[in-house]
């Protein structure tokens, strides 16, 4: 089974309290480092709290909780203690905790705006982006220059693909809180999503600036970000479409994953890559980067991923075009990696922002993969038995859906990935009383971005729903989907695998942020 991700960080599962579902992720910048504290004594708040604010920018959280405890304990009645240990609880991922602080200083003190903007977090990290919004909204009613609330409208409208507003809202949040290095870590990420380069290279370089996090790892991972960003700056355009605003091409449908032939910088060698919707941008391998001379053009630091020891090296490069079909497509940045198997004969993989320039099709009946440069959905597309779903995106760049398990009540958010051969749940969701008696005697072997994982537990889910469609006696395997979580900005509780989508016709409509599932046959 393949699963090759470029992805990192920890997460939890979906839980139900008694007023609302929740977590808090609000950004994915959390860093543990070594402690670095001056005692400070809890009879001292205003002291107290700068020191824990300090060791919160720099990922202490462990010191600061233990401060920001003996404050509270002093001061029972002290909101502005109680709410920033409700933040450290957040990026803990403590959430149940996170969320009863909150909730009960927004239901004492109702003019609170911060009160309101945590748990327009909470929600939002939830899924639930309709209630979020309108405890953002709320939160800047009371106090317009609450930035954690315009960070978070931001973000919101980012995962739902409204890139302009998501700009205007968090470049509202670093005007009125330009210390907080969170903000400019997303803003720099959308500006990214956005094609505006130098300005996401800027915005990463005022993170590392004001942020007190010494995680060297990570600085460096940012670092060569920030060198890749400056030189596609330098592109005059990306992804750049010539000869034809359209074109179908046959797929092979390998261990459930579309596998299409390309041709890349003119060269008349014919390569297999997998359409891959759960990879940000696309992937060479380093082998054929090297036959193929294409050399990186940044590089540095690790990225975290399934598999081995979870770790990988950076290298970044650029291809002068891909041609699919009869479109070129102009000017593609990829990541170069290495492949852990050699048996599928896998060049590499097309990611998300090269087929975002599209409608895209990838019709699992005919073994046929359609890029179109229409501007929006014709009826056509649309047909009897379709489900037409909000297309959310995650920080990171993935696809997300609602899904409903057969044996859990709620809703959960699954990642839609081509490239997945087969379905998966987290861990946490396997180990729910409702599912974990559907756990097969067989395991698989997992192969992912770092290597290699055997003795992996299968399951068979007795229904898996997304939208009004449903499939019975669906294969999942169990991971630890805390490295898909930490830059997902919104739990994950699965993915939706080559062995679920092998039963549709899938069109990606990213201007519209819809996707349209077509059933290949109505069989439910």
Not at 492 to 521: C, E, H, M
Request: charged fraction near 25%; proline fraction near 3%; glycine fraction near 8%.
């Amino acid at each position: 089974m393949r699963l090759d991700y470029l992805r990192a960080g920890p997460g939890w599962s979906p839980f139900r309290i008694k007023y609302l579902a929740c977590t808090i992720i609000l950004f994915s910048v959390t860093a543990i480092c070594a402690p670095d504290i001056q005692q400070v004594k809890s009879d001292d708040p205003r002291r107290s709290l700068k020191q824990a604010e300090k060791l919160i920018k720099k990922g202490s959280l462990t010191e600061a909780e233990k401060i920001l405890l003996d404050v509270v304990a002093a001061a029972p009645d002290n909101s502005t203690a109680k709410l920033r240990l409700a933040f450290v609880y957040q990026k803990q991922r403590r959430l149940l905790d996170a969320y009863e602080i909150s909730f009960a200083i927004a239901k004492a003190e109702p003019k609170n705006s911060q009160a309101f903007a945590i748990l327009g977090a909470t929600l939002l990290s939830a899924g639930k982006f309709a209630e979020a919004r309108t405890f953002f909204h709320n939160s800047i009613k009371l106090n317009k220059r609450e930035a954690l609330a315009w960070a978070g409208l931001g973000l919101l409208d980012f995962y739902e693909n409204r890139i302009t507003e998501s700009l205007q809202n968090l470049q509202e949040a670093v005007f009125y809180d330009s210390s907080q290095p969170d903000y400019f870590f997303a803003l720099a990420q959308v500006s990214a999503r956005s094609d505006k380069y130098t300005e996401a290279a800027e915005a990463y370089y005022r993170f590392l600036s004001i942020s007190r996090d010494t995680d060297d790892e990570r600085r460096a991972r940012i670092k060569s970000l920030i060198s890749f960003l400056r030189f596609l700056g330098h592109k005059q355009t990306l992804y750049v479409t010539r000869n034809g605003a359209q074109t179908a091409v046959r797929f092979k449908l390998t261990g459930n994953r579309p596998v299409i032939e390309v041709k890349i910088n003119s060269s008349r060698e014919t390569l297999n890559f997998v359409l891959d919707t759960g990879s940000g941008i696309s992937v060479i391998s380093d082998k054929t980067a090297k036959r193929l001379k294409i050399n990186p053009v940044a590089k540095g630091g690790f990225a975290t991923g399934i598999g081995g020891n979870g770790k990988f090296d950076i290298v970044y490069g650029f291809l002068r075009r891909v041609d699919i079909g009869k479109v070129e497509i102009g000017n593609v940045p990829v990541y170069i990696r290495k492949f852990h198997s050699d048996n599928d004969d896998i060049d590499g993989y097309i990611g998300l922002s090269l087929i975002s320039k599209f409608l895209t099709t990838i019709d699992y009946g005919s073994l046929t993969f359609t890029l179109s440069a229409a501007k929006a959905l014709d009826g056509a597309v649309v047909a009897d038995h379709s489900v037409l779903l909000p297309l959310r995106l995650t920080s990171s760049g993935f696809l997300s859906g609602e899904v409903l398990l057969e044996g859990i009540d709620a809703p959960l958010n699954f990642i839609v990935d081509t490239g997945a051969s087969v379905s998966v749940i987290s861990d946490e969701v396997a180990n729910r009383q409702g599912i974990s008696r559907f756990v097969k005697n067989e395991t698989m072997r997992v192969i992912g971005a770092a290597g290699i994982i055997d003795n992996v537990p299968q399951f068979l889910l007795p229904r898996v729903s997304f939208g009004t469609h449903s499939r019975k006696s669906v294969t999942a395997i169990a991971l630890d989907l805390d490295m898909v979580n930490e830059m997902s900005g919104f739990e994950q509780a699965g993915i939706l695998g080559g062995n679920f989508l092998r039963n549709y016709r899938v069109t990606f409509d990213f201007k519209n942020s819809k996707v349209i599932f077509v059933p290949i046959n109505l069989e439910q």
